[in-house]
Protein backbone atom coordinates (compact mmCIF):
# COMPACT_ATOMS: atom_id res chain seq x y z
CA UNK A 1 0.00 0.00 0.00
CA UNK A 2 2.94 2.22 0.51
CA UNK A 3 3.07 2.70 -2.97
CA UNK A 4 -0.13 3.79 -3.67
CA UNK A 5 0.06 5.98 -0.80
CA UNK A 6 3.16 7.97 -2.18
CA UNK A 7 1.51 8.12 -5.79
CA UNK A 8 -1.61 10.24 -4.30
CA UNK A 9 0.48 12.02 -2.30
CA UNK A 10 2.65 13.27 -5.42
CA UNK A 11 -0.71 13.69 -7.19
CA UNK A 12 -1.67 16.11 -4.18
CA UNK A 13 1.26 17.84 -3.85
CA UNK A 14 0.57 18.27 -7.70
CA UNK A 15 -2.67 19.55 -7.96
CA UNK A 16 -1.91 22.04 -4.60
CA UNK A 17 0.93 23.22 -6.22
CA UNK A 18 -0.60 23.86 -9.90
CA UNK A 19 -3.53 25.77 -8.21
CA UNK A 20 -0.88 28.02 -6.18
CA UNK A 21 -2.58 26.79 -3.04
CA UNK A 22 0.03 26.12 -0.88
CA UNK A 23 0.33 28.13 1.43
CA UNK A 24 3.48 28.34 3.72
CA UNK A 25 6.64 25.10 3.33
CA UNK A 26 5.45 24.83 6.73
CA UNK A 27 1.48 24.98 6.56
CA UNK A 28 1.87 22.67 2.95
CA UNK A 29 3.92 20.09 4.94
CA UNK A 30 1.24 19.98 7.97
CA UNK A 31 -1.55 19.47 5.01
CA UNK A 32 0.42 16.58 3.84
CA UNK A 33 1.59 15.23 7.70
CA UNK A 34 5.25 15.34 6.75
CA UNK A 35 8.20 16.94 7.55
CA UNK A 36 9.40 20.35 5.94
CA UNK A 37 12.57 18.27 5.28
CA UNK A 38 10.25 15.65 3.69
CA UNK A 39 8.62 18.39 1.58
CA UNK A 40 11.59 19.51 0.34
CA UNK A 41 12.65 16.28 -0.68
CA UNK A 42 9.57 15.54 -2.23
CA UNK A 43 9.82 19.36 -4.62
CA UNK A 44 13.55 17.45 -5.31
CA UNK A 45 12.07 14.82 -6.55
CA UNK A 46 9.69 16.77 -8.78
CA UNK A 47 12.33 18.81 -9.82
CA UNK A 48 13.70 16.07 -11.05
CA UNK A 49 11.67 15.18 -13.63
CA UNK A 50 11.32 18.43 -14.73
CA UNK A 51 9.35 20.88 -12.72
CA UNK A 52 10.55 24.09 -12.25
CA UNK A 53 8.75 25.10 -8.76
CA UNK A 54 9.12 28.13 -7.06
CA UNK A 55 7.90 30.17 -4.28
CA UNK A 56 5.68 33.37 -4.32
CA UNK A 57 6.52 35.22 -0.99
CA UNK A 58 3.98 37.86 -1.73
CA UNK A 59 1.51 35.31 -2.11
CA UNK A 60 2.83 32.46 0.22
CA UNK A 61 2.48 29.57 -1.94
CA UNK A 62 4.94 27.42 -4.64
CA UNK A 63 3.65 27.14 -7.84
CA UNK A 64 5.06 26.13 -11.35
CA UNK A 65 7.42 28.49 -13.26
CA UNK A 66 6.76 26.05 -16.44
CA UNK A 67 3.96 24.40 -17.82
CA UNK A 68 4.95 20.92 -16.03
CA UNK A 69 2.15 18.06 -16.14
CA UNK A 70 2.18 15.21 -13.44
CA UNK A 71 0.78 11.82 -15.37
CA UNK A 72 1.15 8.72 -13.74
CA UNK A 73 0.40 5.00 -15.01
CA UNK A 74 0.32 2.03 -13.86
CA UNK A 75 0.39 -0.88 -15.77
CA UNK A 76 0.06 -4.52 -14.52
CA UNK A 77 -0.61 -7.43 -15.71
CA UNK A 78 0.54 -10.86 -14.96
CA UNK A 79 4.23 -12.97 -15.41
CA UNK A 80 4.22 -15.23 -18.31
CA UNK A 81 5.85 -18.68 -17.41
CA UNK A 82 9.02 -17.61 -19.71
CA UNK A 83 9.11 -14.41 -16.83
CA UNK A 84 8.84 -16.26 -14.48
CA UNK A 85 11.30 -19.06 -14.97
CA UNK A 86 13.53 -15.59 -15.64
CA UNK A 87 12.58 -14.18 -12.39
CA UNK A 88 12.51 -17.17 -10.07
CA UNK A 89 15.60 -18.65 -12.03
CA UNK A 90 14.53 -21.71 -13.29
CA UNK A 91 10.97 -23.90 -12.88
CA UNK A 92 9.61 -22.15 -9.09
CA UNK A 93 6.93 -25.52 -9.31
CA UNK A 94 9.42 -27.94 -9.00
CA UNK A 95 11.37 -25.90 -6.41
CA UNK A 96 7.82 -26.00 -4.66
CA UNK A 97 7.03 -29.15 -5.44
CA UNK A 98 10.48 -30.30 -4.05
CA UNK A 99 9.82 -27.82 -0.59
CA UNK A 100 6.60 -29.45 -0.43
CA UNK A 101 7.54 -33.19 -0.27
CA UNK A 102 10.70 -32.20 2.07
CA UNK A 103 8.90 -30.51 4.70
CA UNK A 104 5.94 -32.53 4.45
CA UNK A 105 3.31 -29.80 4.53
CA UNK A 106 0.05 -29.43 3.07
CA UNK A 107 1.75 -26.27 0.99
CA UNK A 108 -0.27 -23.90 -1.91
CA UNK A 109 1.65 -22.14 -4.92
CA UNK A 110 -0.34 -19.09 -5.95
CA UNK A 111 0.69 -17.17 -8.69
Same mark, same amino acid.
Given at each position: MQLF???DRAQRIHRMIQKSATGT???FAERLHISRRSLYYLLDE?????? #???? =???????????????ELII?????TSKEKSYI????? #??YFERA?????? =??????
Open positions: ETIPAELKDFGA #EIAY =DRTKCTFYYANNFELKVSPLYGGNI #ELRRLHRA =DLSLRM
